[in-house]
């Protein structure tokens, strides 16, 4: 059993940016791939980013390429994604998500662990 907690959303402006952090419980979070979500009212929950076990395999929306950035530390059971150049269309709760597979997708549906979700508003 894993247990994920987020923590770093807020209310920033257009243009601004944000760190979220996803805690992970567990000695095996180093063999986990993560993903990021985010799910905005009245919408699909839609992916985000994801990372690999190590690091060194990473996957973007094209709606955030260039923009955010997910990297992890596995001594620390922590996965992190800065948002850079935030725009309102970002506005939403941002969840993390675990895979015991060392492998990334971007499906909701091959996620087995869920965070509560933290929200994020950028204003205009």
């Known amino acids: 059993q894993v247990q994920l907690v987020e923590s770093g959303g807020g209310l920033v402006q257009a243009g601004g940016s944000l760190r979220l952090s996803c805690a992970a419980s567990g000695r095996t979070f180093g063999t986990y791939a993560m993903g990021w979500f985010r799910q905005a009212p009245g919408k699909e929950r839609e992916f985000v980013s994801a990372?690999?076990?190590?690091?060194?395999?990473?996957r973007y929306a094209d709606s955030v390429q260039g923009r955010f950035t997910i990297s992890r530390d596995n001594s620390k059971n922590t996965v992190y994604l800065q948002m850079n150049s935030l725009k309102p269309e970002d506005t939403a709760v941002y969840s993390c998500a675990a895979r015991p597979y060392t492998t990334i997708i971007t499906s909701v549906t091959g996620y087995n662990y869920w965070g509560q979700g933290t929200q994020v508003t950028v204003s205009s």
């Open positions: 990372i690999n076990w190590s690091g060194g395999v990473t």
